[in-house]
């Protein structure tokens, strides 16, 4: 992981963006970026968007990614730390004994 970070920040030093790339700017290209994603499978369904749009999925998801790790790199977050956490607090929020084979949302697990 760290190598791939050093990879994206090395890319982006060469070109001397990161006085573009403050956190609230980040933040923000992950969100359209994600749009992006999201507008391939507009008016198509699921198996259909992937046929059609699966190079370009890629791209986005890689885009995604790209502006998420140079976040978290920024903001000195340990990326690995930080999913393994959320993990462990997913764990005990949907519980797998009560949630397996269920798409509730948690709050409703009791209903």
Request: zero cysteines.
């Given at each position: 992981?760290?190598?791939?970070?050093?990879?994206?920040?090395e890319?982006?030093?060469?070109?001397?963006?990161?006085?573009?790339?403050n956190?609230?700017?980040?933040a923000l290209s992950?969100?359209?970026e994600?749009?992006?994603?999201?507008?391939?499978f507009?008016?198509k369904?699921g198996?259909?968007?992937?046929?059609q749009?699966?190079?370009d999925?890629?791209?986005?998801i890689?885009?995604?990614?790209i502006y998420?790790?140079?976040l978290a790199h920024?903001?000195?977050i340990?990326?690995?730390?930080a999913i393994?956490?959320?993990m462990?607090?997913n764990?005990i929020?949907y519980p797998?004994?009560?949630?397996?084979?269920?798409?509730?949302?948690y709050?409703?697990?009791?209903?």
């Amino acid at each position: 992981m760290d190598e791939l970070i050093d990879s994206i920040i090395e890319f982006r030093d060469e070109r001397n963006w990161k006085p573009f790339h403050n956190p609230k700017d980040l933040a923000l290209s992950i969100t359209l970026e994600a749009s992006e994603l999201l507008e391939l499978f507009q008016w198509k369904s699921g198996q259909e968007a992937i046929d059609q749009h699966y190079a370009d999925m890629q791209d986005e998801i890689a885009d995604i990614l790209i502006y998420t790790l140079t976040l978290a790199h920024d903001l000195d977050i340990d990326v690995k730390a930080a999913i393994l956490e959320k993990m462990r607090k997913n764990a005990i929020k949907y519980p797998a004994d009560r949630t397996r084979d269920h798409s509730n949302q948690y709050t409703s697990l009791d209903e």
